[in-house]
C-alpha cells in the first residue's frame, strides 16, 4: 500500500491581510485545550504574544492542502 503524502506549506505572516492575520491568530489563541498557565491571561495580551513571536520567527503559520486548515507551530519543532 502506498503511502499518501500531505503537503504542508508555510505561510509568511507578512503576506497575509491584516485582519486575515488577527483572525487567525485570535483562532489559534482560544481554541480548546490552549493552555497559557495557571493565571488567565487577557484575549489581547495572548494575540500580541504570538504577534511577536511570529515577527521574531520563533512560530510560523502552517497551511495543510489536504485539510484546508492553518496552524501556528513553534519553529523549532518543524526541524524535528
Given at each position: 500500500?502506498a503511502a499518501?503524502?500531505e503537503l504542508?506549506?508555510?505561510?509568511?505572516h507578512?503576506?497575509l491581510?491584516?485582519?486575515?492575520l488577527?483572525?487567525?491568530?485570535?483562532?489559534?489563541?482560544?481554541?480548546?485545550g490552549?493552555?497559557?498557565?495557571?493565571h488567565e491571561?487577557?484575549?489581547?495580551s495572548?494575540?500580541?504574544q504570538v504577534r511577536q513571536?511570529?515577527q521574531?520567527?520563533?512560530v510560523v503559520?502552517l497551511?495543510?492542502?489536504?485539510?484546508g486548515l492553518?496552524?501556528?507551530?513553534?519553529?523549532?519543532?518543524l526541524?524535528?
Amino acid at each position: 500500500m502506498a503511502a499518501t503524502l500531505e503537503l504542508v506549506v508555510i505561510i509568511p505572516h507578512g503576506e497575509l491581510s491584516p485582519d486575515t492575520l488577527d483572525n487567525l491568530i485570535s483562532e489559534f489563541v482560544t481554541r480548546d485545550g490552549t493552555d497559557y498557565g495557571e493565571h488567565e491571561t487577557p484575549l489581547a495580551s495572548r494575540i500580541g504574544q504570538v504577534r511577536q513571536l511570529l515577527q521574531r520567527g520563533q512560530v510560523v503559520i502552517l497551511f495543510s492542502e489536504s485539510t484546508g486548515l492553518c496552524n501556528i507551530v513553534a519553529k523549532d519543532q518543524l526541524e524535528k
